[in-house]
């Protein structure tokens, strides 16, 4: 599985069209795509004709509520074309999650569990840089950055440049770009001043794929439908097509080493072969024990081997598809898993780590 995260901070530049049409033309090329509407405007939502009002369950419980599981928010909208909704109160997350720890891992904590059920994870991302933001970049290994021609996006495409910088210095997360240039005119003298600055900018990023001006585009948003349901855009279906070929072909040269290492650390409890690998990187620990429901909190239940190579606490349990609160016990002391970012308070006001297997 690809994600891929539609990234910047610059408004109006096609992030949610290039998101919606680009789903639309993976699900084309037989891919199993879901797209995750991670703006509270909700327009990749408006976009596609779905209601968010008439949604269980959207964005903001995937990041909200530990329980909520990535399948129960997800809606089909056409064969091989799935969306994750968005709604107004998206926005308030920010806020409600202020001071918590792990806040910008909540996405990916979510994806990362059903890796085998898409192809491809597209992320729509608000037009600015905060927590969402954080949450669409750290779930995902590569970006698009879709580019219009003016001197703010310009100046917004160095930005996030920096930013991304930034990101990979202070966490070591390393995210491969890829700048997409949309809604190009014929070539004025100013479009090629401004694609030549992007290619200085940017280099090797970007994608040969253009996406040219169309009004159809509008047209379609405000039908609720990607541009591969309308007749007569023969042009801008085969601009969405070729963007998704050349996107799917890049995947071999994508570089993730390293990246993996991380997302062990950063990740608490994963499945592997032989059933649920917890880990704790603890190299200093004299003991460290796991316990929790699956053992009736037996304390010194569970004892967990340091592996010599990594300094890293592991065991590996055998554990039945449910629900699960447990915490580690690290030389007598009881902690939540550092690792997991997914917790509920116990009797007691402290906080189990909560694992769905
Ligand atoms: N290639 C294009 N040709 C013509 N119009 C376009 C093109 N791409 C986007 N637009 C139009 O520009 C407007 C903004 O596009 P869109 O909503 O995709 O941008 P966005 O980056 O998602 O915006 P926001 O930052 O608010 O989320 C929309 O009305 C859309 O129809
Ligand atoms: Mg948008």
Redesign the pocket.
């Known amino acids: 599985m690809r994600t891929i995260s539609i990234i910047n901070q610059k ?2 530049c ?4 290039v ?1 919606i049409n680009l789903t639309a033309a993976l699900s084309e090329l037989a891919k199993r795509v879901l797209l995750v509407d991670l ?1 509270p ?1 909700a ?2 939502t408006i976009g596609l004709n779905i209601n968010y009002d008439d949604s269980e369950y959207t964005t903001y419980d995937l990041l909200k509520n530990p329980r909520v599981k990535l399948a129960d928010a997800v809606v089909q909208v056409d064969d091989d074309l799935f969306l994750v909704p968005s709604s107004p109160v998206l926005s308030a997350v920010e806020h409600e999650l202020a001071g918590v720890h792990g806040r910008e891992l909540k996405l990916l904590s979510k994806i990362s569990r059903h890796p085998e059920e898409y192809d491809y994870i597209i992320i ?4 600015n840089i905060g927590l969402l933001t954080f949450n669409a970049l750290m779930a995902t290994k590569e970006v698009l950055i879709p580019v219009d021609p003016s001197y703010f996006s310009l100046n917004g495409l160095q930005k996030l440049k920096e930013t991304l910088t930034l990101l990979e210095k202070e966490t070591k997360h390393r995210v491969k770009v890829n700048v997409l240039l949309n809604n190009l005119e014929k070539r004025t003298a100013f479009v090629r001043d401004v694609v030549g600055e992007v290619d200085r900018l940017c280099n090797a990023e970007v994608l040969d794929t253009t996406i040219s001006h169309s009004v159809r585009f509008k047209e379609a948003a405000l039908r609720g439908i990607p541009i591969f349901k309308m007749s007569k855009v023969d042009r801008l279906q085969r601009e969405f097509l070729s963007l998704a070929k050349e996107i799917d072909s890049r995947a071999s040269v994508i570089d993730t080493e390293g990246i993996d290492d991380w997302m062990v650390r950063l990740h608490g409890p994963r499945r592997i072969k032989e059933g649920v690998l917890f880990v704790l990187d603890a190299p200093n620990a004299r003991s460290v024990y796991l316990t929790g429901e699956f053992n009736n909190w037996v304390r010194d239940g569970i004892r967990m081997e340091k592996d010599e190579n990594d300094g890293i606490w592991k065991v590996v349990l055998d554990l039945e598809p449910g629900e699960y609160e447990y915490r580690f016990i690290v030389d007598g002391v009881w902690i939540k898993d550092p690792s997991n970012t997914d917790s509920v308070l116990n009797e007691f006001g402290q906080e189990n780590s909560l694992l769905i297997v």
């Open positions: 408004g109006g096609g992030k949610t069209t998101a703006d405007q327009h990749a729509d991302s608000p037009p």
